[in-house]
């Protein structure tokens, strides 16, 4: 593969998520990679244009530049974790690569998938809440989904 590759991590910024991020870092992430951070909120009535487009696209790309500054963030009205912004900065610094946000709006499995191919990713890490045959049956489980519909590779980081 030539060029910086994209790699996506589902980031819901529960204790799962962060430890798919940090194992991205780890043991994924290389020199000149472009690592995109997939955030997907729940769906919320908002009138002015922006956000309405938003909710049907996801946010435009956001550098680490930005997505660091609560300022900057208070207009897709969210607040990233420290620790998580903690765990990019480093990354970015210690192996010189481009970190970037991506935000959607609605359920995560769709909203996961569609950003495979509308960023596009070369590859998308997550997290699993280890929910058991019972509750992924009646609750449904977003990994699954998204190893079974995602057209790039998919890392499942058990917690």
């Not at 769906?43 to 550098?63: C, K, R």
């Not at 769709?110 to 596009?120: F, G, I, R, S």
């Amino acid at each position: 593969m030539t060029g910086a590759r994209r790699l996506g991590v589902a980031v819901d910024f529960s204790s799962c998520s962060i430890k798919a991020l940090q194992w991205t870092v780890d043991n994924m992430v290389k020199e000149g990679d472009h690592l995109i951070i997939i955030v997907v909120r729940q769906p919320a009535n908002y009138e002015h244009g922006e956000m309405q487009l938003w909710e049907t696209t996801g946010s435009p790309l956001i550098p680490l530049s930005e997505f660091s500054e609560p300022a900057v963030m208070k207009k897709y009205d969210f607040k990233p974790e420290p620790e998580v912004i903690d765990i990019v900065q480093t990354a970015a610094r210690q192996k010189s690569i481009m970190v970037i946000m991506k935000i959607y709006w609605g359920d995560a499995r769709e909203k996961l998938c569609d950003a495979v191919t509308q960023v596009p990713l070369d590859s998308i890490t997550m997290g699993n809440r280890g929910l058991g045959p019972l509750q992924r049956v009646i609750m449904g489980s977003v990994s699954n989904f998204v190893v079974n519909n995602a057209s790039c590779p998919v890392t499942v980081v058990k917690s």
